[in-house]
């Protein structure tokens, strides 16, 4: 039974879309399947209802959402580990709590340094709008820098204009 498989790629189609009331509907009944299997919630699921939950304005819930499972997750990939410090920063920027924000974004681009240099771009990214956001170019810089020194094979072209309107 794919059930929970085929909920998952239609949220997934709702995201895309920007329709994240209806991406969360289909995420969360891929949640409830996979949880009769008994399984833990996929990770990819986790990270974007906790995008989808941020752009709705709900950081307090994104952040709750990720607490509970970080808490079940001793082991993951350290590309997860990434993917869930990038999504921590995340809430705790849209709460304004700007320590803790960088300090989660900080650990995205550690944990991304193990990884293939797609994982590092995101990381680096993350950290750069961060710190573009707040009106901290200094600290961007390097990070700006690692992302423009990337070859123009290895960037989507919407990203690379991202990374120049930052610089």
Known sequence: DELDYTYFRLGNAYW????YDKSMEYHQ??????????????????????????????????????????????????????????????????????????????????????????FQRLANRGIAQFYVNNAQYANAEPYLQFLLNASLQQMLPNYLIDVHRMW
């Open 16 to 19: 895309e879309l920007g329709q």
């Open 29 to 118: 009944q891929s949640i409830a399947v996979s949880r009769q299997k008994g399984q833990l919630t996929p990770l990819g699921i986790a990270r974007r209802m906790s995008i989808a939950l941020l752009k709705q304005g709900k950081p307090r819930e994104a952040l709750k959402m990720l607490n509970e499972i970080v808490d079940k997750r001793i082991q993951c990939s350290v590309e997860d580990k990434m993917y869930l410090a990038q999504g921590m920063g995340s809430c705790y920027n849209e709460l304004q709590q700007y320590d803790l924000a960088e300090k989660y974004y900080l650990e995205s681009v550690a944990f991304s340094k193990q990884t293939p240099q797609h």
